[in-house]
């Protein structure tokens, strides 16, 4: 498998381009297709999260690869391809492992070291298993980094430094307008991110929550988790008029556009007696709360972008040294067992050789031999096959050995120079046809 990745992140664009690259409805689906389409690519899978874009394929051709994936990136998002260019980054085999490995145990994340990345990970896989387009080489790859990242977390304290998103935001909120506990808040959206943040208020001693969303279903569900004495479900028609009745909003749709305005917010603000800032806690990408809330006296507004700022301008990130030495281990190891696996259809079709070539000479010795008595036979038969295995035994470890090693390829190609190894043969071994691209095992096919 050829690895390339091309995407961007909140390490590479303001959240303004993100926010209008952002990929809803059926476009993530649309895009994985298209990927997995192209000529050049074998499998492909899709990371799409709030604050990161990444397409991941398996590609015969580097630069072919690069051109085609961001060319879909572009038309995909709506962004135009120059300005979108700029913000774009390309890894490719070692490194775009290292990259996945390193999302994986929460180092890229906006809050170093947050777990929920391993769900989205989980799900981007998912994803693409369901379309049909990752076959086994992402399949391995995938669940390679989902064991890293619970590796990370297990082994290390990055949990200390990696609190999800929402604890990280309400931190901030805290900050600005007092601690959460007792505050009334109401959360609008009931996916994965608002459930984690009901969840995390209700921990955080909130006893008065409201939930809104655009399926009335969704929320009652999220009562029923939290309980009816804790969580009430509200109209999503009615949020408006029920910011002046709550201390905190927190926000995490799936809307194109924004769902709080900020003329509500200004009159929510109007009416509000209390002394602490009517806090609005925007999770969302493409944004829920208008960015205009941000300029209101009485309104403390904290999204991703000022999420962004108050991490960079955070002390240590925990034990991001030791997570950081057990990606390039692993990184290691993942490359070394890949090539090692080149080389498997060549030493077995050599193998396989050598077998044809006793099998015949063991023929041949009986047709000139025909009186040969049985004992005799197959002392000459064992004795020959534990010569040939005796001078294979040597080379064929040392040839995996080798071929571990970065550029080991060149080694299974010299064994098949040197041994006239049937290139039919050996593809037949590792289900390829000569001069094709790997198929996609029954896990997945494009």
């Known amino acids: 498998m050829s690895l390339l990745v091309v995407g961007l992140s909140h390490r590479t664009a303001p959240v303004g381009v993100l926010e209008r690259a952002a990929l809803t ?8 297709h298209d990927a997995a389409a192209t000529a050049t690519v074998a499998e492909a899978a899709l990371v799409n999260t709030c604050n990161r874009i990444e397409l991941y394929a398996d590609v015969d051709k580097f630069h072919a690869g690069v051109a085609e994936l961001s060319l879909l990136l572009a038309h995909h998002s709506g962004v135009d391809l120059e300005e979108l260019t700029a913000h774009l980054y390309v890894h490719y085999e070692d490194r775009a492992v290292h990259h996945l490995f390193s999302v994986a145990c929460g180092l890229d994340s906006m809050v170093v070291g947050e777990g929920q990345i391993l769900g989205q990970l989980r ?13 086994r080489g992402l399949n391995e790859l995938f669940q390679q980094a989902l064991r890293v990242g619970k590796r990370a ?9 990696g609190q999800s998103l929402v604890t990280f935001g309400l931190e901030q909120v805290a900050a600005g307008a007092g601690e959460i506990a007792g505050k009334r808040a109401l959360v609008v959206g009931a996916g994965s991110m608002s459930s984690l943040a ?29 309980g009816p004495d804790v969580a009430r479900t509200l109209d999503l028609a009615k949020v408006p008029e029920a910011l002046a009745d709550v201390d905190l ?18 009159a929510a603000v ?5 002394p602490q800032p009517l806090a609005l806690l925007d999770l969302a990408m493409p944004r829920d709360v208008d960015h205009a809330v941000h300029e209101l006296p009485g309104a403390l507004l904290v999204d991703l972008e000022s999420l962004s700022h108050a991490h960079a301008a955070s002390p240590g990130a925990g034990d991001v040294d030791e997570v950081t030495r057990i990606v390039s281990n692993e990184v290691t190891a993942f490359g070394a067992a890949q090539r090692a696996a080149r080389i498997a259809p060549t030493v077995v079709a050599l193998r396989s050789m050598a077998s044809d070539v006793v099998a015949a000479e063991l023929g041949r010795l009986d047709s000139r031999l025909p009186d040969l008595d049985e004992r005799s036979r197959a002392e000459i ?27 080991g390829a060149s080694y299974a190609e010299a064994l098949r120079e040197l041994f006239d190894l049937d290139p039919a043969a050996v593809h037949a071994v590792s289900g390829t046809p000569v001069g094709g691209a790997p198929q996609p095992s029954a896990g997945g096919t494009r």
């Open 123 to 135: 799900d981007a896989l998912a994803k693409a298993q369901d379309e049909h387009t990752a076959g």
């Open 25 to 32: 409805g059926d476009v993530p689906t649309r895009l994985l």
């Open 381 to 407: 038969t064992q004795t020959v096959r534990r010569v040939v295995d005796k001078l294979l035994h040597a080379p064929t470890v040392r040839v995996k050995q080798l071929a571990a090693e970065p550029g």
């Open 249 to 266: 909003v927190i926000s995490c749709t799936g809307a194109s556009g924004v769902v709080i305005k900020a003329e509500d917010v200004a």
């Open 270 to 274: 109007a009416l509000r007696t209390s």
């Open 198 to 226: 009901a969840a995390t208020l209700v921990r955080s001693g909130v006893t008065d929550l409201l939930i809104a969303n655009r399926t009335p279903a969704r929320a009652e569900r999220l009562v029923e988790i939290l």
């Open 153 to 161: 977390h297990s082994e290390t304290g990055i949990d200390k430094a």
